[in-house]
């Protein structure tokens, strides 16, 4: 009888270990999560960098059509803020950067263009700087090369 109370409470403890074990892994952010698929954002009321990677999808050395995108594309600052963008062109084809400058069309005299004399090569490296607007708002970036598919926002709060 009283080695069956040991198994039992054996047992019994094995079940705990195996719950407390299943609660530590559901604390735990999920690993396919990647952490550029949410928006970065800004820390208040100081300049703001931001590391961005410019890349596509490729197989055999060809891109994948439509592939092409900013990592992270999506950012979160404050109204007035200072934002240095440090891009790295981590891709195969020419790429660039311009950031609406609130008018809502790309190509207007409030853009800012990333350096590189208007694109980066494969493994170039600059820099982006750019001032947000004094009001909030959604503000768009895009690469001027694939404008249809590398594209971002910018919330400015
Ligand atoms: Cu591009």
Wanted: hydrophobic share 35%.
């Amino acid at each position: 009888m009283k080695s069956q109370v040991i198994v039992v409470s054996f047992l019994f403890a094995l079940i705990l270990v195996g719950v407390a074990a299943c609660g530590d892994d559901g604390d735990e952010p999920p690993q396919t999560e990647t952490p550029t698929s949410q928006a970065q954002e800004a820390p208040e009321n100081s300049a703001a960098t931001f590391e961005i990677s410019q890349r596509e999808d490729s197989v055999d050395g060809l891109v994948t059509s439509g592939s092409q995108r900013f990592e992270p594309a999506a950012f979160i600052v404050s109204t007035g803020q200072q934002v240095t963008f440090n891009i790295t062109n981590d891709g195969l084809s020419w790429h660039n950067m311009r950031v609406d400058g609130g008018d809502g069309a790309f190509g207007t005299a409030d853009d800012t263009i990333s350096d590189h004399e208007l694109r980066f090569l494969p493994g170039d490296t600059g820099t982006l700087v750019w001032t947000a607007p004094d009001s909030p708002g959604e503000i768009q970036f895009r690469c001027d090369f694939h404008p249809d598919v590398m594209t971002g926002s910018i919330e400015v709060r």
